[in-house]
């Protein structure tokens, strides 16, 4: 269990009586959306309202169009999310595994395919795609939680790198494939980190919401996004499997633990901050 950091206070679940303030957060929701998709937002801005949006939406399952048109029934419909993955370096497959394992701990299944000169494989990919199969209000929460993740991913990937490649010898390949290995594994262990730390989120609000008698968006819909998973990729076949560096590994997942999904760790935002 991850413990809740000093002076955080755990929002109470939400009855289906306590709609004046299911309705003050419908709206925190929609300025939150609204300043990440306003074009004078910044990019790290609108990154901060993107993703505190989507961990509002999550715990309170809520979904956008839900909030747009400021209702809240929730659709039980299993649909599809496309999201592009960075092959930067060639590092796609590992990326995607990470993003996997997110979607995953949210009950969604997910498959890549990309486009690349025959026989290169992923690693020579020139684009690569995510196709995530989940229930409706969940893919609209990682429709903002994924870019999010992304960048914290690469951002955390580089001073660590940095840190690891430091006292290896100055062979030029041998610090390259080293410090390749490392990254890779990095990725893996940070989605797995995002992973069990979702998982604990999960197994909270399903204890806060025992007994209210209001519908979460988290609830067990595995049979109905396998049956949906099987349908659009019949016969897929499994990645094969990788030896992971477990320096790497091991720092990515410490590092994915600590991830900022902001339902906790960030302040609240004043009027005045959502309005670009």
Known sequence: MISTPP???EAPPLTSTDQPRLDRIMERVRRLLDLAEHPATGDEEAALASAHAAALMLRHGLDASAVRRRAT???ERIDGLEFEVSNRGGHARERCWALHLVCDALGCKGAQHWTAVKGRGIRGATRVTMTIIGPDPVLDSLRLLL?????????HVKPALHHFTTPLPPDRTERARAA?????????????GVAAKLRTRVAEMTEQMKGTGAELVLLDRKPLVQAEFHRRFPGLRQARPTQLDPTGYHTGHKAGLHADLSDRTLPDLTPEELTP
């Open 7 to 9: 002076g955080d206070q």
């Open 73 to 75: 029934g929730h659709a």
């Open 147 to 155: 870019p999010s993740l992304s960048l914290q991913m690469e951002t």
């Open 180 to 192: 390749k290995d490392f990254r890779r594994a990095f990725y893996v262990g940070f989605g797995s």
